[in-house]
């Protein structure tokens, strides 16, 4: 089945402490992003990756960081979480990087506490 | 499930009823326009596309319409049912951003039985 995998789907952390959400795709697809989604503001773009080796700052990137060293996983990272970084992050992909049908396909979710 | 939003413009709907959901786009130079499903727990699911060059486009159950002049996006869902219940998000994109999609703030729908 051709899908976005996110893990994992909950995660409760501490302040400073160092996590990673992974992020992989099984669709042989080129384009990948990052969003947050927070109550009243939307879907935000945090990274976005156009192919392997090639990352780019979205909307809201402060705090994160990201890598794509294979085609198909591109891993979030929070290197020392805040509790402003607690929301609902997707990661999606799509197959190329200018604009496609079918837009993006959307991981579950990744529901972050941080405390 | 997961929340989406509790500030949301909600549109409640009769099971059976056409639902009509409304979405203002901000750029002038957009030329493709998405909108989204989002239902409790999931991430958003694809429901139909426009590119700016038409000013509607029919789907199952579903019809997309575009006005440029106005930056207005709709979705006319036909029939409704309680499996639509969920929050919908308009997204917009122009080709020199790319593939970057810009998303709405989402509407919910509230199907009655």
């Known amino acids: 089945e051709a899908q976005v995998t996110q893990n994992p789907r909950y995660l409760i952390t501490v302040t400073g402490k160092k996590l990673t959400v992974t992020c992989s795709q099984n669709m042989n697809h080129e384009y990948m992003s990052w969003y947050r989604q927070d109550p009243g503001l939307g879907l935000r773009q945090i990274y976005y990756s156009m192919n392997v080796e090639v990352t780019d700052k979205g909307d809201v990137p402060e705090g994160y960081k990201v890598s794509r060293k294979e085609k198909r996983n591109f891993p979030l990272i929070l290197e020392s979480p805040s509790p402003n970084q607690t929301s609902l992050y997707f990661c999606?992909?799509?197959?190329?990087?200018?604009?496609?049908?079918?837009?993006?396909?959307f991981g579950s979710g990744t529901r972050l506490t941080v405390v | 499930g997961e929340s989406v939003g509790l500030h949301l413009p909600t549109l409640s709907v009769q099971e059976g009823d056409n639902s009509i959901i409304n979405c203002a786009y901000s750029?002038?130079?957009?030329?493709?326009f998405i909108w989204y499903k989002q239902e409790s727990g999931k991430g958003p699911q694809f429901i139909i596309d426009?590119?700016?060059?038409?000013d509607k486009r029919q789907g199952q159950r579903v019809t997309v319409l575009l006005n440029k002049t106005v930056k207005h996006l709709s979705l006319q869902i036909a029939a409704t049912q309680p499996g639509d219940s969920a929050v919908y998000f308009c997204a917009e994109s122009f080709k020199a951003a790319g593939n970057k999609l810009t998303f709405g703030g989402g509407t919910r729908v509230l199907v009655k039985p």
């Open positions: 999606a992909s799509s197959l190329s990087w200018t604009a496609s049908n079918y837009g993006y396909t």
């Open positions: 426009i590119r700016s060059n038409m």
């Open positions: 750029n002038s130079a957009s030329d493709y």
